[in-house]
């Protein structure tokens, strides 16, 4: 017998109720917003069109595609895979399990770095890039800065530069390890969201996490390594007054700054997310005559 067709607002108040007993995930976003993204996905419709046809009617072919959808948000695996999509700041970027899923607290370091007296043609680049979020999102703001980006895995250098075509933002992806591109070339602003998290930490058997590449996650020196040669190599990277900002754990803050000042940064200060915790450090080059 098949199946009648249901409203979308029945669908997503029943959608919503079974994500709400996922226990699986330690810090899922809204059950409610996970149902509405994966049905929008399906539709191919704005959010707006919830509100207003809320009795739109979905056949039972949509439902047992949105029914798959939720059998695998419900054993754990993150929207932006199921989608192939997530946004982050003004974009709406390809997402796989190749690399990191862009986050929310990450817009923040967007914001900062957008607000710093920067010159109009800037050179920026941005470490491990993943899939070109910070790179594009500062591409969309800033058209004259010079925007390059380096991605240490040969599939998540693909995806940034797929998602930079698509959105016809002039952002060049290099692959390869950290500074190791960039031999010889120095930034006015060196930006990363690096791994930091501790290789024990336990959250990384929870949430979505658990379907992201651990290379993409996890640091030796309890999340701090890769954070460390960043800071240490920046000096041969950065022009006079150039900037160096990079995304930590919320409880890394003071010995992120140690690290910036032992590189010889000045002006080194911590910024926070919108959610008022600790999310991000930058320090400033002075120039091979103010080095230690």
């Known amino acids: 017998m098949s199946k009648a067709p249901v409203r979308i ?26 149902a509405e993204v994966l049905l929008l996905h399906r539709l191919g419709k704005p959010r707006s069109f919830l509100f207003t046809w809320p009795e739109h009617l979905l056949d039972e072919a949509m439902q047992a595609q949105l029914a798959a959808d939720l059998d695998r948000r419900f054993s754990g695996e993150p929207v932006a895979h199921i989608t192939g999509e997530r946004d982050f700041w003004t974009l709406t970027l390809e997402s796989n399990p190749s690399t990191l899923i862009p986050r929310p607290e990450t817009e923040s370091l967007v914001e900062a770095a957008l607000g710093l007296p920067l010159a109009d043609e800037a050179r920026v680049v941005d470490l491990g890039t993943g899939t070109g979020a910070i790179a594009l999102a500062l591409a969309s703001e800033r058209p004259h800065w010079q925007l390059e980006a380096v991605e240490y895995s040969a599939e998540a250098a693909a995806l940034a530069r797929r998602n930079a075509a698509r959105l016809a933002l002039p952002v060049t992806v290099h692959q390869g390890s950290w500074y190791a591109p960039l031999a010889g070339r120095r930034f006015d602003l060196i930006i990363s969201n690096p791994p930091y998290i501790d290789p024990v930490d336990h959250h990384l058997e929870q949430g979505d996490v658990r379907f992201e590449p651990k290379s993409a996650l996890i640091a030796a020196n309890r999340g701090l390594a890769d954070i460390e040669q960043i800071a240490l190599e920046a000096p041969q990277h950065l022009t006079p007054g150039g900037v160096l900002m990079v995304e930590h754990g919320y409880d890394q803050g003071a010995a992120v700054r140690d690290l910036f000042t032992a590189a010889g940064l000045t002006e080194v200060k911590t910024g926070q997310d919108l959610g008022r915790r600790d999310r991000f450090t930058q320090g400033v080059w002075p120039g091979e005559n103010s080095s230690k």
């Open 9 to 34: 607002d029945q669908w997503l108040a029943e959608a919503s109720a079974r994500l709400a007993h996922d226990k699986s995930q330690s810090d899922p976003e809204s059950p409610a917003v996970d």
